[in-house]
């Protein structure tokens, strides 16, 4: 029991020292420093599923280092996206895509429906 909590504490360490490379990287020197130290730790170490990791992020190295010249995500088009997929599943059984396009506008359109006038 003893042994596998002290597994459980290192992984929670490497997966903190991680989250700390990410907030407090100001920019993309330091965040690169941050993560060649990590992965060597983690390559060093035990756990499969770290090793696994560090080799997945060696690999996008690039586009990982690229947030921190840009600190921009795609969040809120993923977000957008889970919506018109819910819209689209909801729109099923309607004739074509215009009455799809229909439903979205309304949904996702922001449109002030109060001041329309029949």
């Not at 130290?37 to 190295?61: D, F, N, V, Y």
């Not at 506008?105 to 001041?115: C, E, I, Q, S, Y």
């Amino acid at each position: 029991m003893r042994k596998q909590r002290v597994r459980t504490g290192r992984a929670r360490r490497m997966r903190g020292t991680l989250q700390d490379i990410h907030a407090t990287g100001t920019g993309r020197m330091q965040a690169e420093a941050g993560f060649q130290a990590w992965c060597s730790w983690m390559m060093h170490s035990r756990p499969e599923p770290m090793k696994t990791l560090a080799r997945r992020i060696r690999r996008h190295w690039r586009d990982i280092l690229t947030y921190f010249d840009h600190r921009c995500t795609n969040a809120i088009l993923e977000g957008l996206n889970g919506i018109i997929r819910h819209i689209k599943t909801r729109a099923r059984g309607l004739r074509d895509m215009g009455c799809f396009s229909t439903m979205i506008h309304p949904t996702r359109g922001k449109l002030d429906l109060a001041t329309v006038t029949i």
